[in-house]
């Protein structure tokens, strides 16, 4: 189980830091990805970072803004987040897949959180 946390109301310009916390199983074994589903829009990949933690990449939107990371001690994989804009409002998502690779496409994630709100407004 996946439960997503620091989701919250910030003002533009801001920063927030998700948790992505896991039960019954070690994220240490799967590649995890942070997603985002804007209002009227489809969930998109955002970050992800393999098994091992040396690999990250990002989406362009937030390349240079979000620094995803995990902490294996603590199971749990963060997304910093900074520099928030009006188009970051979003339920963002963790998501886990069962490889040691990552990708951005929601296809290969096999469980998924179940969200946590980021409205980025004055």
């Known amino acids: 189980q996946l439960v997503e946390s620091g989701g919250g109301l910030v003002q533009p310009g801001g920063s927030l830091r998700l948790s992505c916390a896991a039960s019954?199983?070690?994220?240490?074994?799967?590649?995890i990805g942070w997603f985002r589903r804007a209002p009227g829009k489809e969930r998109e990949g955002m970050s992800y970072?393999?098994?091992?933690?040396?690999?990250?990449n990002y989406a362009d939107s937030v390349k240079g803004r979000f620094t995803i990371s995990r902490d294996s001690a603590k199971n749990t994989v963060y997304l910093q987040m900074s520099s928030l804009q009006p188009e970051d409002t979003a339920v963002y998502y963790c998501?886990?897949?069962?490889?040691?690779?990552?990708?951005?496409?929601?296809?290969?994630?096999?469980?998924w959180g179940q969200g946590t709100q980021v409205t980025v407004s004055p």
């Open positions: 998501a886990a897949a069962p490889a040691s690779w990552g990708t951005l496409e929601k296809v290969a994630y096999a469980y």
């Open positions: 019954g199983d070690t994220l240490a074994n799967y590649a």
């Open positions: 970072i393999n098994s091992s933690g040396d690999i990250t």
